[in-house]
Each structure stands twice: as structure tokens, then as C-alpha cells.
């Protein structure tokens, strides 16, 4: 979900708040050409970190979470 949230973070910094739309096409078109600007020059996302070590924690947060109710 980060990774999402973190494209759209983009469009809207690099893109849609640097102009004025005066239609719902304007900022349509606008979108695409982000997208193929975007797709251009792809750059793959690469995990770093080991399946364990999530899920290692993910285990640490539910416990604390879970000690607080």
C-alpha cells in the first residue's frame, strides 16, 4: 500500500499542485502525461528487507498494540 501511496504523494507534488486546472480534461490529460512521462524510464521497486524480518515485525507491533487494550 506504501508504494501506491507514494505514487500518487508524487503526481500530486510533482504535477497537479504546480498548476491550475479549468477542467476535469485539463487535469485528465494532465495525469496521463505524468503516467508517461513516468513510464518512460520505469525503476522497478526492490525489497530490502527479508520476509522474517516483516514479519518478525509485524509480530512486535500487534503485541504492543494488542497490550494496550
Do not use: G, Q
Request: include cysteine; hydrophobic fraction near 35%; aromatic fraction near 12%.
Amino acid at each position: 500500500m506504501n508504494l501506491i501511496e507514494r505514487w500518487f504523494r508524487d503526481l500530486t507534488n510533482k504535477r497537479i499542485r504546480r498548476d491550475a486546472f479549468r477542467s476535469v480534461k485539463a487535469l485528465e490529460r494532465a495525469i496521463y502525461e505524468y503516467i508517461d512521462v513516468n513510464n518512460e524510464e520505469p525503476k522497478p521497486f526492490v525489497w530490502t528487507a527479508s520476509a522474517r524480518h516483516i514479519i518478525r515485525k509485524y509480530n512486535h507491533c500487534r503485541a504492543k498494540t494488542e497490550t494496550l487494550h
